[in-house]
């Protein structure tokens, strides 16, 4: 839903296309808005909720090879910690919930967490979400 970067790197055309009813001519440089991708309605039903069950028995690769979804870009520029972030995202989040309960910061709920962003270069959140650990004692 919030992707760090909303334009992937810039690509360029190797031969004149049609795109969507657009003529893309053979040299020109093209900027993929990531972000316009993952909130496409004829794409997503409800795109800007968090609705993670959505991908659930769908045969979708975030690998790039699919591109309703590209959290790591595709092709050739495709983003080189992308193998990492796969081995090791499930280990250190599950880590994280196991040995902490966490609780927000100021007060705030799930109920009244402000989800709009911040553009730029890099997509922020408008309102940061910061999560305090409590630690567990085992």
Partial sequence: MHPAAPL???R????T????????PEGAQILVNVWAVGRDTATWKN???????????LDMD???????????????RICPGMPLAIRML??????????????????????TMEMGE?????????QPLRAVPL???I
């Fill in 118 to 126: 911040k553009f730029g270069i890099t997509l922020q959140k408008a």
């Fill in 8 to 10: 992937l790197l810039p």
């Fill in 90 to 111: 499930h280990l250190m989040l599950g880590s994280l919930l196991n040995f902490s309960n966490w609780r927000l910061e100021d007060g705030v709920s799930p109920e």
């Fill in 12 to 15: 360029r055309a190797r031969a």
């Fill in 17 to 24: 296309v049609q795109v969507g009813g657009y003529t893309i």
């Fill in 47 to 57: 795109p800007d909720e968090f609705i993670p069950e959505r991908f659930l028995g």
């Fill in 62 to 76: 975030v690998k790039g090879r699919n591109f309703e979804l590209l959290p790591f870009g595709g092709g050739r």
């Fill in 135 to 137: 630690r567990i004692e």
